[in-house]
């Protein structure tokens, strides 16, 4: 019978190294063990897997957005009043405070300025030929 006179704390550093190594091993497996477990992907076909049939993202493969209730989008005259309308409602609402919905109202509002100015040129220019 073998006793073991070192207390686990105590041991002496070369079994410490030893048993170092030997939990390193267990956690780490060699590369080659881990190049054995991989497997090559399913597919054969290049372009499979650089996905070069997927659709790409962008403006294309976006639909458009819902149409509000009232305005249609053949009568260029009634969706600029629904605009015009929509504007002025929430610009006439005293009870909103908060800075970031100004800056947006008006730089909606001078974008519609700015529309307006157009149309009244290309009806000016309509009248005189």
């Known amino acids: 019978m073998k006793v073991d006179y070192t207390l686990p704390g105590l041991l002496p550093e070369s079994a410490l190294a030893a048993r170092a190594d ?3 091993e267990e956690q780490n497996p060699p590369f080659g063990a881990q190049l054995q477990r991989l497997r090559a992907p399913a597919t054969a076909d290049w372009r499979a897997i650089l996905r070069l049939g997927l659709t790409p993202p962008g403006f294309g493969s976006l639909s458009a957005p819902p149409v509000p209730q009232g305005v249609t989008l053949r009568n260029a005259s009634a969706q600029r009043a629904w605009w015009r309308n929509l504007l002025h409602r929430h610009s006439s609402n005293p009870a909103r405070s908060q800075p970031a919905i100004d800056d947006m109202l008006n730089l909606l509002q001078e ?11 290309h009806f000016a220019e309509d009248e005189t030929e």
């Open 22 to 24: 030997v939990e390193y």
């Open 111 to 121: 974008a519609q300025r700015r529309e307006d100015r157009i149309f009244a040129r």
